[in-house]
T-cell receptor
Framework: GENVEQHPSTLSVQEGDSAVIKCTYS??????FPWYKQELGKRPQLIID?????GEKKDQRIAVTLNKTAKHFSLHITETQPEDSAVYFC????????????FGSGTQLTVLP | GAGVSQSPRYKVAKRGQDVALRCDPI?????LFWYQQALGQGPEFLTY????????KSGLPSDRFFAERPEGSVSTLKIQRTQQEDSAVYLC?????????????FGPGTRLLVL
């Protein structure tokens, strides 16, 4: 089955700096890659996603890049703000009827004011 | 509109007790997923429903875990004879039917603590 590795597990940045989180996946059949933000005690919320037919996608301060050949994808957050502090999860979905998500282990991002 | 809701939000059970966790998906969403999230980890897939049909239960960790969605809307995850290793947050997610709609919308989860 699919395996998703995520790094780093913790990341601290100064407010205004950029943050980058990287993930690799194992199954070349995966074609959908969402990123979720989860605040303490809250539900995971989708912040951005990318499909395998696209190499990069941007939404305001957030961008995701995908390298299908290397089987890795990254989340980039620019001009970080204290409210960006949370746990971020990457995930991959294998083509098929269920298309369940396989998640990485998460990155605790702390933005220092 | 209303999002995915789950109840109870917190459940404390003694080892050996049975528990039932409820999920109300977004109205009209055909697909429903259950995930288990251990402390400090990402969610792990348990089972998947399309309407009332359970099409994939490959992630259920043992035969003590059972899920149903009899009318294709509300779903219940039941854990029999709970063990301490069952302690986790159980997340439900729903998704629209169309192939172009990949986004899964998560509920707030039920935090289960088995003593």
């Amino acid at each position: 089955g699919e395996n998703v590795e995520q790094h780093p597990s913790t990341l601290s940045v100064q407010e205004g700096d950029s943050a980058v989180i990287k993930c690799t996946y194992s199954d070349s059949a995966s074609n959908y890659f969402p990123w979720y933000k989860q605040e303490l005690g809250k539900r995971p919320q989708l912040i951005i996603d990318i499909r395998s037919n696209v190499g990069e996608k941007k939404d305001q301060r957030i961008a995701v890049t995908l390298n299908k050949t290397a089987k890795h994808f990254s989340l980039h957050i620019t001009e970080t703000q204290p409210e960006d502090s949370a746990v971020y999860f990457c995930a991959a979905s294998i083509s098929g009827s269920a298309r369940q998500l396989t998640f990485g282990s998460g990155t605790q991002l702390t933005v220092l004011p | 509109g209303a999002g995915v809701s789950q109840s109870p939000r917190y459940k404390v059970a003694k080892r050996g007790q049975d528990v039932a966790l409820r999920c109300d998906p977004i109205s009209g969403h055909v697909s429903l997923f259950w995930y288990q999230q251990a402390l400090g980890q990402g969610p792990e897939f348990l089972t998947y429903f399309q309407n009332e049909a359970q099409l994939d239960k490959s992630g259920l960790p043992s035969d003590r875990f059972f899920a149903e969605r009899p009318e294709g809307s509300v779903s219940t995850l039941k854990i029999q004879r709970t063990q301490q290793e069952d302690s986790a947050v159980y997340l439900c997610a729903s998704r629209p039917q169309t192939l172009s709609q990949e986004t899964q919308y998560f509920g707030p989860g039920t935090r289960l603590l088995v003593l």
